[in-house]
């Protein structure tokens, strides 16, 4: 894993000045790549490429970056790994392509030049971000893999274009003048995440997930797709495969096994992250499967016990036979790593899992450089509540009368969520195991706060929104569109559950799962790598149909039946968790000193981003142990921090 910088400038500026920028902007990003860095420059173009490596396939020189063709035609830089680079290899060598190394890098090199950019990016398995210069076409080319794994922000601006892997690489620019975008605060808080394709300044994107940008000179910029979730999804929900249970299932298994011994390769230690939750039990169980040797897995417990689920991991750990470490997490080794949030997520992140992701990636990394996880079977498999729970709040909500709903709200709000969760408790006894669920109090709340939809996709997004309100706490709120909200989707899959699913996968799994999991790795120089998220995984997925995927009250069923070959189900099957942290204690004790701080009226004031008096009354309120913002006072706080650490106003 690495980080890729660049810059094209429209104006002469002599090299040294344009390898000074590329320096600059890739030193920002040594965190990404500890092991080399490169700076190239053409000066007749007035363009610079930076890089920052993280050895984990050729670990010698034949590997650095940026990397120039053998004609010097094209000069590369990229950040990932190709999966499929041995195949692409073997029809490159047959061509008569000439390799110096064994590195992915030089195989996608070749491609390009074989083949073309945009052709070459349609035949790549793998996660990816690239920036490749065509020398001869004057021609710039900056591309994202199909899922989004690895980030690359742009800025065309009236000097040039800039790009990097990171937002503090562009800061680091001299070319670049950070502003912050008004609407994308509002977008933050109503998700928690600032949404793609915009970014928290003022004329920066993120570069989608499955596309490219070519710039020529003396052209308009064009955007392009080599792959789509939504084709794939609209076509697969279609052409749905008759399937029987077991063909299914092996299936499944068969190329799951791939997708994980193709990630498996590398030069440098690998291991695995494992909560013991479905997901992540079936990577690790399949790793193991498929090594000679004990597979290395990690953990994060804490002494919370609503919130740990360092047991089933354990358990799991043991009956698969990995070699097992695990480390538990109290609030003061939370509160030594708070601080640090904005300079890792160098655009405001809200998700508080943030917190153990970045935690047990550190963990990992004392003893491995690359790490296999679980991220992306909720969205493939439909393995989140809110698939079963929205559909079946629609189906009583849009018979119960508008004027009862608020009266509903109200009785619900009535009762404190702590007081639910206790009661709960002493029910959970009696309750079957598939209905049970934890944090009853927050989800009821929720509940209460979603009542108001008028359609079935306005309660989804209300469901997936951490304030159903942004414009609450934010001064003069304008939230940008959203593809929740657009009709289209309701023409692509007419139905509810898949229509949620492929909205996650294009909003919430890019724009914050994986951002966590990128900016967690990458923090601890280890490379994170998804089975899951293997793109013949999501297409298969896709072709699949739904009833294999949620059956009987039971999610990911037929992932579910995979994990029983390797792992008894008694070791996996509980109530969904999550990664969670217990934020909202930690805010009374631990963390009360730094948050005040923070939610100070007089700063908030003089910020102008936040109604002042809002904020201070949630925070109060949280403080008596009666608030039910918590989402948005997290948010709230990592705004503030993310705009102390980086001085922007």
Not at 9 to 38: F, K, V
């Amino acid at each position: 894993m690495c980080g890729v910088t660049g810059l094209w400038l429209e104006q002469t500026a002599p090299p040294d000045y344009l390898r000074g920028c590329a320096s600059r902007m890739a030193d920002s990003l040594e965190h990404r790549g500890p092991d080399d860095r490169g700076v190239w420059v053409d000066p007749g173009a007035e363009l610079a490429l930076g890089f920052r490596r993280l050895s984990i396939l050729d670990l010698s020189a034949a590997g650095h970056q940026p990397m120039v063709s053998n004609d010097g035609r094209y000069a590369l830089v990229f950040n990932g790994e190709i999966y499929n680079h041995v195949e692409l290899r073997r029809e490159l060598d047959a061509a008569g392509a000439q390799f110096r190394g064994s590195s992915d890098t030089e195989v996608l090199l070749n491609a390009i030049a074989a083949w073309g950019s945009v052709p070459a990016l349609r035949r790549l398995d793998g996660m990816f971000a690239i920036g490749v210069w065509d020398g001869r076409q004057r021609e710039l080319v900056i591309a994202r893999d199909r899922i989004g794994k690895k980030p690359i922000y742009y800025a065309l601006t009236r000097k040039g274009v800039i790009f990097a892997s990171e937002l503090k690489a562009l800061v680091a620019c001299p070319e670049f003048t950070p502003t912050i975008d008004r609407t994308a605060v509002t977008a933050f808080m109503r998700f928690g995440y600032v949404p793609g394709p915009g970014s928290i300044y003022e004329g920066v994107q993120k570069l989608p997930p499955g596309t490219y940008l070519r710039i020529r000179s003396g052209r308009p910029p064009e955007f392009g797709s080599h792959w789509r979730a939504a084709t794939v999804a609209e076509q697969g929900a279609k052409h749905n495969r008759r399937v029987s249970d077991d063909e299914a299932v092996g299936e499944l298994d068969e190329l799951l096994s791939d997708a994980v011994r193709r990630r498996m390769i590398a030069d440098v230690p690998i291991g695995a992250l494992l909560s013991g939750g479905v997901d992540s039990s079936a990577v690790v169980a399949l790793m193991q499967a498929n090594s000679a040797r004990r597979v290395q897995t990690f953990t994060i417990g804490f002494r919370e016990k609503s919130y740990d689920e360092a047991d089933a991991a354990r358990a799991v750990a043991q009956h698969l036979g990995t070699e097992h470490t695990e480390l538990y997490v109290d609030p003061a080794r939370a509160l030594e790593l708070i601080p640090r949030l904005p300079l890792i997520y160098d655009e405001p992140f809200a998700d508080a899992s943030q917190i153990p992701t970045l935690l047990v990636y550190e963990l990992a990394r004392r003893h491995i450089a690359v790490a296999l996880s679980g991220d992306g079977g909720d969205e493939l498999f439909a393995g989140y509540t809110r698939y079963v729970w929205v559909t079946r709040i629609w189906n009583v909500l849009r018979v119960v009368p508008t004027w009862m709903r608020p009266a509903i709200a109200g009785a619900i709000h009535g009762v404190r969520a702590n007081t639910w969760n206790d009661l709960y408790a002493r029910l959970e006894p009696v309750i079957p195991r598939k209905w049970r669920q934890t944090l009853l109090g927050e989800k009821l709340h929720k509940l209460a706060s979603i009542l108001g939809a008028a359609t079935a996709d306005q309660l989804y997004h209300n469901v997936v929104s951490i304030s159903g309100s942004p414009a609450d706490f934010v001064i003069d709120a304008q939230e940008p569109p959203t593809p929740i909200l657009d009709p289209a989707f309701r023409r692509t899959l007419p139905d509810l559950t898949e229509r949620m699913m492929l909205l996650d996968q294009i909003t919430y799994l890019p724009d914050d799962v994986l951002v966590k999991v990128d900016r967690a790795s990458m923090a601890a120089s280890l490379e994170a790598r998804s089975p899951l998220l293997d793109s013949r995984v999501v297409e298969w997925a896709w072709r699949l149909p739904l009833n294999l995927k949620y059956r009987d009250g039971q999610s990911k069923w037929v992932l579910r039946r995979v994990l029983e070959r390797y792992v008894p189900p008694c070791l996996t099957e509980r109530p969904k968790m999550g990664f969670g942290v217990p934020i909202d204690q930690w805010l009374r004790g631990s963390l009360r000193d730094w948050a005040e701080s923070l939610l100070d009226a007089r700063r908030l004031r003089a910020d102008g981003f936040f109604k002042a008096d809002q904020v201070r009354m949630i925070w109060e309120q949280h403080l008596a142990g009666n608030g039910t913002q918590q989402k948005p006072l997290w948010a709230i706080l990592m705004f503030q921090a993310w705009q102390q650490q980086w001085m922007v106003c």
